[in-house]
T-cell receptor
C-alpha cells in the first residue's frame, strides 16, 4: 500500500515553455502532498505543501507564480513550471504523508526536468 | 535556518555494521526523527522513525539520545545493495516556525 506515482518520469523542454508534472496517490487518499526539488548531489528541498481544496503553501524563496500547484482531488496534485529556464532543470519529487506524522512520507519516483 | 547535518560520505564492507549520525540541534519539541534511503534517480524510501531512545525494525535501528539533538541510524551487516544516500528528516524550529528539513545526506559506499 501507500504508492505514489509521478508522470512524466522525465521531460525535456525548450526555455520559455511550461511543463506540468502530475503526482498521484494510487491506493490511498491524500489531502496533503509535498513537492520537493533536488539538484545533483544535493539534498531534497521542500518547495511547497499542496492542500486539497485550498491554496498551496510555498516555502520562502519559491516563486508561487512560477511554480503553480493545483490539488484538484484527493489523489492528484500537479506542479506546473511556467516559463521554464535552464536553471529550473532539476529532479522534482512529490510525496504524501502517512497517517500518523508528516515525517513518514511516501515518495513518488521523481521527474527529471531538463530545460534547454 | 540551522542546518541538519550529516557526514558527506562513508565507506564500508559487506557484512559490517554501519552507523550514520545526523545532528539536528533545533529539532521541534514534538517532532519525530525519520530516516530515508535514496538510490540514484529515485524517490526516497522510508527506513525507520523514532521519537526517543531506541527503535528497531527488520532493516535498521535508530538511536536517539535524551536531548534529541542528534540521532544515529544503524544498519547491521550491510550488503552491496545498501549502497545509497541516506537522509534524516526532522521538523526544525526556526523563528517560531516549524519546517520539515532533510539532512544534507550521507553517501554510503559498500565494498565487497
Amino acid at each position: 500500500g501507500a504508492v505514489v506515482s509521478q508522470h512524466p518520469s522525465w521531460v525535456i523542454c525548450k526555455s520559455g515553455t511550461s511543463v506540468k508534472i502530475e503526482c498521484r496517490s494510487l491506493d490511498f487518499q491524500a489531502t496533503t502532498m509535498f513537492w520537493y526539488r533536488q539538484f545533483p548531489k544535493q539534498s531534497l528541498m521542500l518547495m511547497a505543501t499542496s492542500n486539497e481544496g485550498s491554496k498551496a503553501t510555498y516555502e520562502q524563496g519559491v516563486e508561487k507564480d512560477k511554480f503553480l500547484i493545483n490539488h484538484a482531488s484527493l489523489t492528484l496534485s500537479t506542479l506546473t513550471v511556467t516559463s521554464a529556464h535552464p536553471e529550473d532543470s532539476s529532479f522534482y519529487i512529490c510525496s504524501a504523508p502517512g497517517t500518523y506524522s508528516y515525517n513518514e512520507q511516501f515518495f513518488g519516483p521523481g521527474t527529471r526536468l531538463t530545460v534547454l | 535556518l540551522a542546518k541538519t547535518t550529516q557526514p558527506i560520505s562513508m565507506d564500508s564492507y559487506e557484512g559490517q555494521e554501519v552507523n550514520i549520525t545526523c545532528s539536528h540541534n533545533n529539532i521541534a519539541t514534538n517532532d519525530y526523527i525519520t530516516w530515508y534511503q535514496q538510490f540514484p534517480s529515485q524517490g526516497p524510501r522510508f527506513i525507520i522513525q523514532g521519537y526517543k531512545t531506541k527503535v528497531t525494525n527488520e532493516v535498521a535501528s535508530l538511536f536517539i539520545p535524551a536531548d534529541r539533538k542528534s540521532s544515529t541510524l544503524s544498519l547491521p551487516r550491510v550488503s552491496l545493495s545498501d549502497t545509497a544516500v541516506y537522509y534524516c528528516l526532522v521538523g526544525v524550529e526556526d523563528t517560531g516556525r516549524r519546517a520539515l528539513t532533510f539532512g544534507s545526506g550521507t553517501r554510503l559506499q559498500v565494498q565487497p
